[in-house]
């Protein structure tokens, strides 16, 4: 594969998108359909064309090793046991920097030296949780990666299967960002059930997949080749998900890899990297980054400008028939001012869409309380993760220790348990106002077969159907992350307060009481239900004058139900305008039916080029594609 044929191949796609788009938008022309929120949202979108290649795997399988192989450099923390407690984002960068990204996306930069102190687990024990560290949503760092393009960053997560439950969250909430995934094995054992349970998970998010397995070095090539076919068959099953329809299991050794880099002899060098196999590595990465960067995005940009393109030509042929007015002007008409009757009944404020889309929000708002409720039963996730840790506790000495963490941990796993379930309930939501626009839109389309002067342009096909998949990464902007950010500082005051009321003299008490093990064991367990009673009381059932869970509930609703207005309301505007333009020409005068003319024939010539670009870039991708399966 020539890395740099494909870079400039991708590059030469994008500009040819950027320039079409452009052109697009710098039309001003009244007969003109309004423009979308998704074609409005390529402009933000194209400017940053970050992806993300998310390293995900079972802890202490060589993630963080992997990475600084690859940079060549030994930048995130590792160790023997478990290292990374945050998520590392590295921005392939000339320069070098390092930042501290909160959830509110403001940034606090730091050196060098503070990437073990607020993202290793191992610092976190030794000198106790940093300051920030349950706010930081990344760290990112800028470093240059020779071998890949400008506009990719790669990300290190903590890991699944953790001893650390919240390791665990941070990673699958980070994989939902997720542009392609490296999934990391080690060679010790056949993958487990959690591992293929992951992997699932992560194809739901993204069909660019790549497996490596890491350590080599450890073990003889024939366990090595055995391994390698082993976990080949267990992950075959999956192989229809991935992008490329094939799972290959590609064997290397980081530690070679990083000797490779600090090997000043250039012969030595190249033998070491030989012997890691990384270049089979780097192959399927490239491979991979090219299919995310060069394909998944570009083919939904093109499909947004064809399908607008197509809308275009419509109110053209319309309009010429209109004009024309050779029969069809006044059934046209007709067929438009029933379809407008028919969508707002069927769809506006009263229709039945869109009443069951607003129950359904309304039934997802209710369900906070509940759900909350669940969350801090005995039953629930956060009590059971934390009775399994201290059902483990096998002496004084290991309970002693567990104290000292255990306040500031429960804290924080009931903050992000709150904000899971609301960002669950967010995501619900979009999903449902999605599914409502794309039905909807279906609903005003007409046809998509008419040409501009014999020159048909057809859809990309993407292997996705309906709008909710091809704008997979689309989000209500009226669903701001706002909302959960804020629930971390709400806790942090009174139930923090509650904690250090309750726990406050236990790490003392412990060291001059003289106890049995589960007696300990009972006690945290009875804190640990009422830390969790407390937190509930906090939320669902303290009034001032309303609860919190209410003024929040109250706040998602309204949000939501003003995105459905929004939606319905932009849809119908732009039925309203056809219809009110048609209702003109057919109308309109000998001398005004003229200036029509003139103003149609002036989009028709403007919009040639536009149409012809969009075929270009159609033929382009293919091109692509092709290269790249063929790769």
């Not at 064309?49 to 995900?56: N, S, T």
């Not at 998900?241 to 530690?255: F, G, R």
């Not at 006044?330 to 889309?357: I, M």
């Given at each position: ?17 950027v ?69 590392f ?25 503070d ?5 290793s ?6 000198d106790g ?49 997720a ?7 080690d ?10 349970a992951f ?7 993204t ?7 890491t ?50 002899d250039?012969?030595l060098r ?45 109110v053209?042929q ?10 069809q002007?006044?059934?046209l ?22 009443k ?15 759900r ?58 979009n ?52 909302i959960?950010?804020?629930i ?33 064991k009972g006690k945290?367990?009875?804190y ?23 003024e ?5 609703k ?43 024939s ?30």
């Amino acid at each position: 594969m020539n890395g740099q044929e494909l870079t400039n191949q991708v590059s030469a796609i994008r500009k040819q998108i950027v320039d079409t788009y452009n052109k697009i938008m710098g039309i001003q022309n009244p007969l003109l359909p309004p423009k979308d929120r998704e074609l409005l949202a390529m402009e933000e979108q194209l400017k940053h064309d970050v992806y993300d290649v998310v390293v995900c795997g079972e802890v202490k399988k060589g993630k963080s090793s992997f990475i600084n192989a690859i940079l060549g450099e030994a930048i995130l923390p590792v160790n023997t046991e478990v290292a990374t407690s945050q998520v590392f984002r590295i921005v392939n960068s000339d320069t070098e920097s390092y930042e501290l990204v909160f959830m509110d996306e403001t940034r606090k930069a730091i050196s060098k030296d503070d990437l073990t102190r607020y993202g290793s687990q191992v610092a976190a024990n030794a000198d106790g949780t940093p300051m920030f560290a349950s706010s930081i949503d990344y760290i990112e760092i800028h470093y240059p990666i020779t071998f890949l393009p400008k506009n990719i960053a790669i990300v290190d997560t903590p890991g699944i299967g953790a001893v650390y439950a919240d390791h665990e969250r941070i990673t699958r909430r980070y994989l939902k960002r997720a542009a392609a995934v490296v999934f990391i094995m080690d060679p010790q054992n056949p993958l487990t059930e959690p591992e293929i349970a992951f992997v699932k998970s992560a194809l739901e998010v993204t069909n660019q997949m790549v497996f490596v397995m890491t350590k080599m070095d450890n073990y003889d090539s024939e366990y090595i080749v055995n391994m390698v076919r082993r976990n080949g068959d267990i992950l075959n099953p999956l192989a229809e998900q991935t992008y490329s329809k094939h799972i290959s299991v590609l064997p290397m050794s980081s530690k070679i890899l990083a000797d490779a880099a600090q090997n000043d002899d250039e012969v030595l060098r190249d033998l070491d990297v030989i012997s890691s196999q990384f270049d089979k590595v780097r192959e399927a990465l490239e491979r991979m980054i090219y299919t995310t960067v060069g394909l998944v995005d570009n083919v939904v940009f093109t499909n947004r400008m064809i399908a607008y393109n197509t809308k275009v030509l419509n109110v053209i042929q319309e309009s010429t028939n209109a004009l024309n007015d050779n029969g069809q002007a006044k059934q046209l008409l007709e067929d438009k001012k029933n379809l407008q009757n028919k969508f707002s009944a069927q769809w506006g404020p009263t229709g039945p869409h869109y009443k069951e889309v607003a129950q359904q929000i309304s039934d997802e708002t209710n369900s906070i309380s509940n759900r909350i409720a669940v969350m801090c039963n005995p039953a629930g996730t956060v009590y059971q993760k934390f009775q399994e840790e201290i059902n483990v506790l096998k002496d004084k000495a290991e309970a002693e220790e567990y104290a000292k963490a255990f306040p500031t941990r429960l804290k924080e796993t009931i903050e992000h348990s709150v904000r899971d379930v609301l960002e669950s309930i967010s995501n619900s939501i979009n999903g449902k106002l999605k599914d409502y626009a794309s039905n909807m839109n279906e609903q005003v389309e007409f046809s998509n077969d008419i040409t501009l002067d014999g020159i048909a342009l057809e859809g990309i096909d993407t292997g996705q159907k309906g709008f909710a998949k091809v704008l997979g990464t689309f989000r209500m902007t009226y669903l701001t992350s706002a909302i959960f950010l804020g629930i971390g500082g709400m806790l942090l005051g009174p139930i923090g307060a509650l904690l250090g009321g309750i726990f406050g003299g236990i790490a003392s008490w412990l060291t001059t009481k003289e106890t049995f093990v589960n007696e300990l064991k009972g006690k945290y367990l009875n804190y640990l239900g009422k830390t969790l009673n407390g937190a509930y009381t906090e939320l669902c059932v303290k009034a001032n004058p309303i609860t919190k869970v209410e003024e929040i509930r109250r706040d998602i609703k309204a949000k939501a139900e003003n995105a459905l207005k929004q939606v319905y309301d932009e849809q119908k505007q732009a039925v309203d305008e056809r219809v009110k333009v048609l209702t003109e020409q057919i109308q309109a005068d000998t001398q005004e039916r003229q200036k029509k003319q003139t103003e149609l024939s002036g989009l028709r010539t403007a919009w040639k080029p536009i149409h012809t670009h969009l075929t270009e870039l159609k033929q382009s991708i293919e091109q692509l594609e092709k290269k790249l399966e063929t790769a």
